[in-house]
């Protein structure tokens, strides 16, 4: 996978820290990564309509 370089500022840097810490990764690199995918699956469900709840066809949006 190619690298790709970026300028954070301080309060980017600070956020990715966060990030990391919280989700216990070693590196700003793995923050990064692990944000992307996350933005990719939550981006993936709402094209593919997954994760809605079953929903009851009603007359109106009202039941009957």
């Known amino acids: 996978m190619p690298d790709h370089h970026i300028t954070l500022t301080d309060a980017e840097h600070a956020m990715l820290d966060r990030v990391r ?34 929903r009851l066809a009603t007359s109106g949006g009202k039941q009957q």
């Not at 793995?30 to 993936?44: E, I, P, Y």
Request: glycine share 8%; charged share 30%.
């Open 21 to 54: 810490r919280a989700q216990g990764l070693t590196s700003i690199a793995q923050a990064v990564t692990w944000l992307t995918k996350v933005r990719l699956r939550k981006d993936m469900d709402m094209v593919t309509g997954r994760r809605r709840g079953p």
